[in-house]
């Protein structure tokens, strides 16, 4: 499985981005699909997570009623919408792969597959 991450940019605070993670190699309508994020000198950190089927997702709390999760399995694609954007919202954003879960996660360990990462960088 590969991914491919797009969409980063410089942004102002109050401003809105989206993030693209395009999969490849394998069958992603079965993926549950995650967002994460590492700030310089942080630790990568939940943003949000859905379903395979899309009818379930969750998000971190500093980023919810900002942030929407979204895919589009005819496209093997899942989307971040990112609006409001604040300057601690500034990272590298990475999109993960769950191949086996029976629920979505919020664990960095339960992802086998991930992206190559896209920095957003929000300035005040």
């Known amino acids: 499985v590969q991914l491919q991450a797009s969409g980063g940019g410089l942004v102002q605070a109050g401003g809105s981005l989206r993030l693209s993670c395009a999969a490849s190699?394998?069958?992603?309508?079965?993926?549950?699909m995650g967002w994460f994020r590492q700030a310089p000198g942080k630790e990568r950190d939940f943003v949000a997570a859905i379903s395979y089927s899309g009818g379930s997702t969750t998000y971190a709390d500093s980023v919810k009623g900002r942030f929407t999760i979204s895919r589009d399995d005819a496209k093997n694609t899942v989307y971040l919408q990112m609006n409001s954007l604040k300057p601690e919202d500034t990272a590298v954003y990475y999109c993960?792969?769950?191949?086996?879960?029976?629920?979505?996660?919020?664990?960095?360990?339960?992802?086998?597959?991930w992206g190559q990462g896209t920095l957003v960088t929000v300035s005040s």
């Open positions: 190699g394998g069958t992603f309508s079965t993926y549950n």
């Open positions: 993960a792969a769950d191949l086996y879960g029976l629920i979505v996660s919020t664990r960095t360990n339960e992802y086998a597959y």
